[in-house]
């Protein structure tokens, strides 16, 4: 099992950034890949970054790509994502996930484990 835990979100003006941590636990946390979802009130989850276990590759939707970096530091178990030029459309849930390989880092049926999730909300 491994465990996620989100923290980092709140309320930022438009064009303001955001740095989003994941906290990973549990068994060989460090040997997964990574990826970030958002899920803003009535609409389907979507994908945002991803990054391979060794962070060689990373992957990014074109809606934050320039904008948003993933990263991640293996010795804290924990992955990043640097959020910057906010915008109101970003507001969302946006929550961690582990999987296996980096596979389609797209899919979030690829992962096994998710995080509860940190609210960001972006005012104008």
């Known amino acids: 099992q491994v465990q996620l835990v989100e923290s980092g979100g709140g309320l930022v003006q438009a064009g303001g950034s955001l740095r989003l941590s994941c906290a990973a636990s549990g068994r060989t946390s460090s040997s997964y890949a990574m990826g970030w979802f958002r899920q803003a009130p009535g609409k389907e989850r979507e994908f945002v970054a991803a990054i391979s276990w060794s962070g060689t590759y990373t992957y990014y939707a074109d809606s934050v790509k320039g904008r948003f970096t993933i990263s991640r530091d293996n010795a804290k178990n924990t992955v990043y994502l640097e959020m910057n030029s906010l915008n109101p459309e970003d507001t969302a849930i946006y929550s961690c996930?582990?999987?296996?390989?980096?596979?389609?880092?797209?899919?979030?049926?690829?992962?096994?484990?998710w995080g509860q999730g940190t609210q960001v909300t972006v005012s104008s």
């Open positions: 996930a582990a999987a296996q390989t980096f596979m389609r880092p797209h899919a979030g049926l690829r992962y096994d484990y």
